[in-house]
T-cell receptor
Framework: GDSVTQMEGPVTLSEEAFLTINCTYTATGYPSLFWYVQYPGEGLQLLLKATKADDKGSNKGFEATYRKETTSFHLEKGSVQVSDSAVYFCALKGSGFQKLVFGTGTRLLVSP | EAEVAQSPRYKITEKSQAVAFWCDPISGHATLYWYRQILGQGPELLVQFQDESVVDDSQLPKDRFSAERLKGVDSTLKIQPAELGDSAMYLC????????????FGPGTRLTVL
């Protein structure tokens, strides 16, 4: 079945450092790919998405490019802030009525 | 801004008791999802509704869990009896339709079973 693999955390960075969180997937067909963020005690918020190969999703300084050849959707940000500290989930969804399949999440800790 | 509402936010119960969670999706959203998120893991789909009909409940432990969305609007998820392993965050999400790419999540209900 479809699956998502994320790098294990926590990822610990200093403010203004460069962020990469790796995500790879296994799926049949051409899924849509997502990054969700979960702040402490809250539900999930959609951060960005890409629906086809070579699409780049971006939001709030975060970017991720849908790479079909490497089945990857790595999350990047050029300069992280303390407020970016959260858990980040990579997810995929097949076409039509397919459900969202999530990775296990990667915790990001940013120190001043 | 429209949001998915859930209640209660926190629930502590003893094993073998019954618990119920409520979700009110964004107005007009036909599809409603219940997820379970065990600490340190990603959410897993329990049940998906399209209007009042169940589309997918393949991961719902039907011997103890039930879900309903009688009028195709708000929804209730029930556990009876609760077990220690049910301790988790229960998330509700909604989307305009099953084929829609974006799901909007509520704040969740954190269940602790003692």
């Amino acid at each position: 079945g479809d699956s998502v693999t994320q790098m294990e955390g926590p990822v610990t960075l200093s403010e203004e450092a460069f962020l990469t969180i790796n995500c790879t997937y296994t799926a049949t067909g051409y899924p849509s790919l997502f990054w969700y963020v979960q702040y402490p005690g809250e539900g999930l918020q959609l951060l960005l998405k890409a629906t086809k190969a070579d699409d780049k999703g971006s939001n709030k300084g975060f970017e991720a490019t849908y790479r079909k050849e490497t089945t990857s959707f790595h999350l990047e940000k050029g300069s992280v802030q303390v407020s970016d500290s959260a858990v980040y989930f990579c997810a995929l969804k097949g076409s039509g009525f397919q459900k969202l399949v999530f990775g296990t999440g990667t915790r990001l800790l940013v120190s001043p | 801004e429209a949001e998915v509402a859930q209640s209660p936010r926190y629930k502590i119960t003893e094993k073998s008791q019954a618990v119920a969670f409520w979700c009110d999706p964004i107005s007009g959203h036909a599809t409603l999802y219940w997820y379970r998120q065990i600490l340190g893991q990603g959410p897993e789909l329990l049940v998906q509704f399209q209007d009042e009909s169940v589309v997918d409940d393949s991961q719902l432990p039907k011997d103890r869990f039930s879900a309903e969305r009688l009028k195709g609007v708000d929804s209730t998820l029930k556990i009876q009896p609760a077990e220690l392993g049910d301790s988790a965050m229960y998330l509700c999400a909604s989307s305009p339709g099953s084929a829609a790419n974006e799901q909007f999540f509520g704040p969740g209900t954190r269940l602790t079973v003692l």
